[in-house]
């Protein structure tokens, strides 16, 4: 069982849409949960950061924790064209380990 | 912009040749990761590096080595390229305050032909 599951999708879905964006995870051990964005053939891009649970907004995005549930979610208000991209979810257990990567999602913004 | 500089943008060589990637992190970060993203396929952590020491290593093949210089910049060589070493490598830093914050460059796309 991998440590991180996120279905690769793609998820297609029209402009103005509420997306929402899933990664469940097995270690417990898990404290620090990101959000990466990746256009195609681009390097990804820092989207949201969370230490331990609850939600954080910015913007148009939320990231939400349940780690009871080992459950992660990153919401997109009013989805843009734009936002079509494949987003990773990322886990740490603290600095002195590796990020654990999810396969990430491919969503399509349809105008 | 991450702040993030790798170069070559592209590289396309033969099978067997020996090819080296450059990355520049952001200006105060120490730690430099390297990653491999083939086709369709997730992210791959190679190896990090952390003020010119080897701190921690993935999944990379002994034909495959790197090193990170006094000014911080660092080097991924691969050699005895084979096809399936055809990939995207992105080189990736992060600051001392919050080292679980990665910042990728845009990538070296290889491609062996």
């Known amino acids: 069982q991998k440590e991180v599951e996120q279905d690769p999708g793609p998820l297609s879905v029209p402009e103005g849409a509420i997306v929402s964006l899933n990664c469940t995870y097995s270690?417990?051990?898990?404290?620090?949960f990101m959000w990466y964005r990746q256009y195609s053939r681009k390097g990804p891009e820092l989207l949201m950061y969370t230490y331990s649970s609850g939600n954080k907004e910015d913007g148009r995005f939320t990231a939400q924790v349940d780690k009871s549930s080992k459950y992660i979610s990153l919401f997109i208000r009013d989805s843009q064209p734009s936002d079509s991209a494949t987003y990773l979810c990322a886990l740490s257990r603290g600095s002195n380990y590796q990020l654990i990567w999810g396969a990430g999602t491919k969503l399509i913004i349809k105008p | 912009d991450s702040g993030v500089t790798q170069t070559p943008k592209h590289l396309i060589t033969a099978t067997g040749q020996r090819v080296t990637l450059r990355c520049s992190p952001r200006s105060g970060d120490l730690s430099v990761y390297w990653y491999q993203q083939s086709l369709d396929q997730g992210l791959q952590f190679l190896i990090q590096y952390y003020n010119g020491e080897e701190r921690a290593k993935g999944n990379i093949l002994e034909r495959f080595s790197a090193q990170q210089f006094p000014d911080l910049h660092s080097e991924l060589n691969l050699s005895s390229l084979e096809l399936g070493d055809s990939a995207l490598y992105f080189c990736?830093?992060?600051?001392?305050?919050?080292?679980?914050?990665?910042?990728f460059g845009s990538g070296t796309q290889l491609s062996v032909l």
């Open positions: 990736a830093s992060s600051p001392e305050t919050v080292p679980e914050k990665l910042f």
């Open positions: 270690n417990s051990a898990f404290q620090y």
